[in-house]
């Protein structure tokens, strides 16, 4: 540790040259702002060059605030006036001049409070509170003086002072025992400094957490926070050149090591601590110093070396009025005579430091103190003092182990309330506006689903929309095939029709009246006849099927009109019987129906059509003697009627070629007679306008039964 802690100092110098060359390029380019501005610029420049300088260069300081001072009365700039009073606070207050230093804030303060720059006040009262605490020992003042400063610096959000304040209140909770409470400040006063980004304030807290550890007892603890405190420390001097902050470390770190035993270690740095107090010529730091030294000297037993170095110390502490500092040396000087077995000494340096302890309320060194003397009270064989001294203590250890508070520790714990009540409505709104945040959140998560689940719904009826049009558009095209299919095999019949059917009989017709015109003169009576009435026949036929291609045709293209009307079957039956009648006497074929009066709603000229064909086909194919039966039957949905005949009947592969106009069947009557193979078709397209059925019962040879239905309900 020795050559370590050696070769950190020769970094350090070598890092303090190179800082001051910085510090004073930048004490340079002050100057030369100073040189180049004018008016509350050039005011400006000299305030910030007194602040820059206000703990390395009194002299410096002082001159320039009290320059810009004069310069704000000139112009009567209060604000400014305010600022450069401050400074000059600043300057005296980190000189040890604190009486001054006391009267420059007042005066700051009075014009402060005028202008009311919460900013400047809660600076102010900080300042002011840390001189009663630390100059005067005045903690009640102290404690007024802290909580206007937190007051000010929560409403200027100056989180750096805020930092400052409870760092001091820390301090005086650990001093006066009431170890929690000074933790739980430490903790405030570091958030603070981490907001406000002050490492110098981050690396004070550590250096404090330390202390705190350190007092009660909790040794690694406490070297883990000053290393932490250290490297801050060693940073920021690497930018400003100031060690103090190395330095004190170092004193901590010594004293800690002499509680843990390791003396050697704890010389070096306590030794090097003093090196350091004394290039910055810290009294302060020097007397401590020195008092750590004799702390180690009287540990290893060096009891002459101890004396030399706490007489020093004292001394020092001595000129600089630095009170606070005497209980602590007067005790060690105490257990030093304890040691050398010189009691009257012993009981004059305790009783002396309980003097001061009690005067600055360091209850620890009360504490100490007592135990030391009830001690030497007790090898003295002076049990009453010694009792009293040990029930000292013991009252003592009690209240601070228990935290009992001080009237003035009452004070700080309102001030703590305060500070915590703030905390929790600032708590309450940060976790009110989550709240808001996260409802609104919630709410656009909502809209955003609902906007997801609409636009899904969208999507998935378009989808489905769009298959079923599809699947319409599929359907609708498989229809219009099927029509086309149908337009087509109509197209064809119907050529076929006019090519061959027609033209045969016309054929026959022409021949035949060709045969009479130029035979007409050689041909008798008889012959004639014959060829005559071949004429008519063939005449005869072609006008038929004229009529049902006619027929069939205006089926198809619509122009046939269905009107359905209420009439009574049977006289539609016997109309068509009076036209049919003479066929079948003629092929000797005898037609019977039946004579019931039923009522039908349907096309009355369509249903003579249907039946007309249907008792036509029966007389056609029947044989002479035959018998031809028309029936009818109703019931609550429909009316059903027959054509039954005894003719040749038809096979069941003709049977499913019936009603379809692609693939037409058809042969000759009993009797010769030529069919046109439409005749069904017609009474099938009629039928189906009545959203009706027909179907055909037949047996090859024996006959065949053609029934047909009409609904109730067109
Ligand atoms: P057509 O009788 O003018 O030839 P249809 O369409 O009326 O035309 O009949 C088609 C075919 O059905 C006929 O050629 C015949 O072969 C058969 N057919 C129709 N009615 C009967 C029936 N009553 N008995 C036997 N065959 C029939």
């Not at 720059?117 to 840390?130: A, D, H, Q």
């Not at 550590?206 to 420390?233: D, R």
């Not at 074929?589 to 349907?602: D, G, I, Q, W």
């Amino acid at each position: 540790m020795k050559t370590t802690s050696k070769i950190i100092i020769l970094l350090l110098i070598l890092m303090l040259f190179s800082t001051f060359s910085l510090a004073n390029e930048e004490v340079d380019s002050l100057i030369h702002q100073i040189n180049i501005s004018s008016g509350i610029k050039k005011i400006d420049a000299h305030l910030e060059l007194s602040f820059y300088c206000r703990r390395s260069n009194f002299d410096i300081s002082v001159k320039q605030a009290s320059i810009a001072l004069q310069e704000a009365q000139k112009i009567n700039n209060l604000e400014l006036q305010a600022q450069a009073l401050y400074y000059l606070g600043l300057a005296n207050h980190y000189n040890d001049t604190d009486e001054k230093a006391m009267k420059y804030f007042s005066k700051a303060l009075v014009i402060a409070k005028k202008t009311n720059k919460t900013k400047l006040l809660g600076e102010l009262y900080y300042f002011i509170g840390s001189i009663y605490y630390l100059a005067y020992s005045d903690e009640n003042e102290a404690l007024v003086n802290y909580n206007k400063s937190v007051q000010y610096s929560l409403i200027a959000n100056n989180y750096r002072i805020l930092g400052a304040v409870y760092s001091s209140l820390s301090n005086m909770f650990r001093i006066s025992g009431s170890y929690e409470k000074a933790l739980e400040f430490l903790y405030k006063s570091r958030d603070n400094y981490t907001l406000s980004g002050f490492q110098d304030g981050i690396a004070w807290v550590n250096y404090m957490t330390g202390t705190l550890y350190s007092t009660i007892g909790l040794f690694e603890e406490a070297e883990k926070s000053f290393k932490e405190a250290l490297e801050i420390y060693l940073k920021l001097a690497a930018i400003d050149g100031n060690m103090n902050g190395v330095a004190i470390c170092y004193d901590q770190l010594g004293v800690i090591n002499t509680d843990m035993n390791n003396e050697e270690l704890a010389r070096n740095y306590n030794q090097d601590a003093l090196n350091l107090h004394t290039q910055s010529g810290s009294k302060f730091g020097i007397s401590n110093s020195l008092k750590y030294l004799a702390r180690i000297e009287y540990f290893s037993e060096n009891y002459d070396a101890a004396l030399i170095y706490l007489d020093s110390s004292l001394t020092i502490k001595r000129t600089t009025n630095e009170q606070k500092g005497y209980a602590s040396i007067y005790e060690l000087f105490g257990l030093i005579f304890i040691e050398n077995n010189e009691y009257s000494r012993a009981i004059d340096s305790l009783e002396m430091g309980l003097y001061h302890a009690h005067l600055n309320n360091q209850l620890k060194n009360i504490m100490n103190m007592n135990k030391h003397l009830a001690k030497i009270y007790n090898s003295l064989g002076q049990y009453d003092k010694a009792y009293n001294y040990k029930s000292h203590e013991v009252s003592i250890a009690d209240s601070i182990y228990n935290s009992n508070i001080t009237r003035n520790m009452l004070q700080l714990e309102t001030l703590y309330k305060i500070e915590q009540k703030e905390d929790q409505i600032k708590q309450l709104e940060q976790e009110n506006f989550i709240q808001e945040l996260s409802l609104f959140r919630e709410t656009n998560l909502r809209n955003f689903l609902i906007g997801i689940l609409f636009l899904l719904s969208i999507i998935i009826f378009m989808v489905v929309y769009l298959y079923r049009a599809k699947q319409r558009a599929n359907i609708e095209l498989a229809k219009s095939k099927k029509q086309v299919d149908e337009i087509n095999a109509t197209k064809d019949k119907f050529f076929s029709i006019i090519s061959h059917d027609l033209r045969s009989p016309f054929n026959s017709i022409l021949g035949l009246s060709n045969l009479l015109k130029e035979n007409s003169r050689k041909y008798d009576a008889d012959k004639m006849e014959k060829i005559i009435s071949a004429i008519y026949k063939s005449s005869h036929a072609s006008y038929a099927l004229l009529n049902n291609l006619l027929e069939w045709s205006r089926t198809q293209t619509g122009s046939i009109k269905f009107s359905p009307e209420s009439f009574i079957l049977i006289d539609v039956v016997k109309d068509v019987m009076d036209l049919l009648s003479n066929n079948a006497a003629q092929k000797d074929v005898h037609v019977s129906y039946e004579t019931k009066s039923l009522s039908l709603y349907a096309d009355k000229n369509m249903i003579h059509t249907i039946l007309r064909n249907l008792v036509s086909n029966a007389i056609k194919y029947s044989k002479p003697g035959g018998r031809i039966q028309i029936n009818y039957n109703q019931d609550d949905t429909q009316t059903l009627i027959s054509v039954t005949d005894s003719g040749i009947g038809i096979d069941q592969a003709s049977i499913n070629r019936l009603f379809r106009i692609e693939d037409t069947y058809q042969i000759d009557g009993t009797a010769g007679e030529k069919g046109t193979g439409l005749g069904l078709i017609i009474c099938k397209e009629f039928i189906d306008m009545h959203h009706g059925k027909i179907w055909v019962d037949s047996e090859l040879g024996k006959g065949s039964t053609f029934h047909f239905t009409i609904p109730d309900v067109i």
